[in-house]
Nanobody, 126 residues
């Protein structure tokens, strides 16, 4: 059964960097797009970034644009999220998500994605 497994979370001081990685559990993997979402304590899950699997187009939330970068490795079936200049407001559980096909939902909508990882904690604190 296909699963997504995140790694790379942890604790960092403000201004620091972290790199999250998400790996698909099967060799045959060709989603329409992959995304990262996050959920802070007491808040709803929100969109962070997404990438089209074949063409590589990327989209970001305004709050992370210019600080985060999403990349994918089609050969390794992985998608990474490089996070720079981290702020305390970036503290959250980060989730990797995959959209197996295009379903008409917006790229920043949870409804676009039909497979989710278990999440990895990112804490930004001094």
């Amino acid at each position: 059964q296909l699963q997504l497994v995140e790694s790379g979370g942890g604790s960092v001081q403000p201004g620091g960097s972290l790199r999250l990685s998400c790996a698909a559990s099967t060799r045959t993997f060709s989603p329409y797009s992959m995304g990262w979402f996050r959920q802070a304590p007491g808040k709803e899950r929100e969109f962070v970034a997404t990438i089209r699997w074949t063409v590589g187009f990327t989209y970001y939330a305004d709050s992370v644009n210019g600080r985060f970068k999403i990349t994918r490795d089609n050969a390794k079936n992985t998608v990474d999220l490089e996070m720079n200049n981290l702020k305390p407001d970036d503290t959250a559980v980060y989730y990797c998500a995959a959209a197996s096909s295009f379903n008409g939902r917006s790229y920043n909508s949870e409804g676009r994605y039909d497979l989710w990882g278990q999440g990895t904690q990112v804490t930004v604190s001094s």
